[in-house]
Nanobody, 119 residues
Framework: VQLQASGGGLVQAGGSLRLSCEASERTVNVAWFRQAPGKEREFLAAINWNYRPKYAASVKGRFTISREYPNDTVWLQMTDLNVEDTAVYYC?????????????????WGQGTQVTVSS
């Protein structure tokens, strides 16, 4: 499956952004990760085919993942952004029974979209 991530940009601290990830075909689990310079790629949230979400503790309450059919678009609504949220954001997909949270579990990746939060 091919993934297209978009929606990144420059936002002031305290602001919001909504990222989207469009899949070329239906898949089971879609997740969002991010990677800041010099840091590991970090799991943020995932959603399965039946709209069940899973969140990292670090973003729960600020980020919301949702999914829309029939185009199979996954959204990541981010609120109350701070400078530590600055990173390249990636969406990823995998056919799996459970919802993985590790980078290595995902087999398809989008190209990434830059999010920059200014103070």
């Amino acid at each position: 499956v091919q993934l297209q991530a978009s929606g990144g940009g420059l936002v002031q601290a305290g602001g919001s952004l909504r990222l989207s990830c469009e899949a070329s075909e239906r898949t089971v689990n879609v997740a969002w990760f991010r990677q800041a310079p010099g840091k590991e790629r970090e799991f943020l949230a995932a959603i399965n085919w039946n709209y069940r979400p899973k969140y990292a503790a670090s973003v729960k309450g600020r980020f919301t993942i949702s999914r829309e059919y029939p185009n199979d678009t996954v959204w990541l609504q981010m609120t109350d952004l701070n400078v530590e949220d600055t990173a390249v954001y990636y969406c990823a997909a995998v056919y799996a029974r459970d919802i993985p949270t590790t980078r290595t579990a995902y087999t398809s990746w989008g190209q990434g979209t830059q999010v920059t939060v200014s103070s």
